[in-house]
């Protein structure tokens, strides 16, 4: 169905779709001029361009037609909930919109659903220095939290390269990881209170503004990293840290991935306060070069390289297996972001090369060279012509396995060989007891193999569960688990 077929009249002003396609949705669609309707009567700011539909429709992955019948910008609680009651009364199913940084395809709109993008409800409402909480709206930017709470010698110790554009209400849905899990753990453990606005418009607070809160069984935690399907998280309380009072960042050259574990296991053994373990193979050492201004750290050419931050004040404590000539300490602030450039520019060096399919695997750190090994000693032959990218968060057992071929991927085949060797790679994670989704969630894109993420009584009480919450099923249909 073409929309530039279809017309209609928002406050006097004729708006028209140019060559948006609703896929199989023109129900959703009809529904959704109704609603679009009553949301500007109310006053609330809507969008229905092409452009703003694609733009807006879309998280970071590329693989879905967008069909959305339009974008909500809610800029208060009050018009979330008056936006999700009219959705209910018409029938149309929702998509919760942040940063839009998913690799997961959780804020894709592909059924003409109405997006409900949080991005200017970016407020933070209270600071408290006595619980250290910050609250904040939930489509307040990563960063914006970071830059607040910097000067006062604290941070919010979830941290993402994706910071600059996620949002805190992406980061929970989500229960992102990032780059300090190894220390801090995941973003749930940050989250002092939630406000959800449920699916037929009603508000739950969970938690409060205390720290310590057991009358009962806890909601709140359902709510982080349910991916959109059980409410619209509207606000937050943030949990504040202190930095770490010191940090050095060193860069070593490894010949393979056991040997990188093996600094990780020194480092434990000697009890040395890490807050970074990051991986990279040399190839993606190479895409970052290639697409940036920097230079190659190592002299010599090396098989991969470990990323570490370890809250140490002065070099001499560093490790002496660590004080070779293939290892950089950054001495300045500046250097260490230099260094931290190599790994956090991947993502966005691999993304030019032409087709990328994204694995994101947790798997018990003993077991991931057996698993590595098995990985390429089958690759090529399961995926010709592709190039295996590995790096990630090692020291968390995270690995982020990128296939990648040098070209587009018109027709689709690519994506239908990905998907059909997804059954021997999640069949390995799963006789090594990992998980086939570490810290990117579900979305789309991985929700065909959910008999490898949970057994089937968890899927079962989960499905009963969403249905407890969305009665309609209309919030994020498709994604996560159904
Ligand atoms: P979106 O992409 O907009 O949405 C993500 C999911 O949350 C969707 O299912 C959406 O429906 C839901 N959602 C969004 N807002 C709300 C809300 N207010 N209420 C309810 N549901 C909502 N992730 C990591 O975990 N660790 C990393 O190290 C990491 N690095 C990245 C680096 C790059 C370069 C990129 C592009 C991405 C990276 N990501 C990483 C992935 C991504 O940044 C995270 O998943 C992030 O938490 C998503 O936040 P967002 O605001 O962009 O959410
Ligand atoms: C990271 O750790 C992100 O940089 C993205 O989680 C991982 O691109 C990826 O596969
Ligand atoms: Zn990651």
Redesign the pocket.
Known sequence: LESSKHRWELHGKITHHKKVSFGDSPTNLRKGMTVLKKLQSLGIEVLVEAEDLENYGRDWTRFHKVATCGIAFPKSTDEVSAILKACGAQGLPVVPSGGRTG?AAGAVATQGELVVNLSRMNRILDWDPLSLTLHVEAGIVHEAVQEFLRPQGLHWPVD??SKGSCQIGGNLATNAG??RVIRYGHARRWVQSLKVVLADGRLMELHGPVEKNNAGTSLRDLFIGSEGTLGIIVEARLRAASLPKNRLTLLTSVPSLPAALEILKELRKKQLPILAFEFFRENCLQRVLEKTQLRPPFRNSSAAAVLMDLELADVSEIPESLSTADTIVAETEEQARNLWAYR?N??ES?AQLGFVY?H?LALPLRKMPAFVEKVESEFSQRFPGAELYLF??LGDGNL?L?VVWPKKDPDGKLLSLCEKQNEWIFSEVVALQGSISA??GLGLLKRKYLSFAKSPTELEMLRKLRKVFDPQGLLNPGKGIE
């Open positions: 690799l993402l390269a990032g780059l956090e991947i993502t691999l994204k994101d990630g968060h982020h990128n810290e990117h």
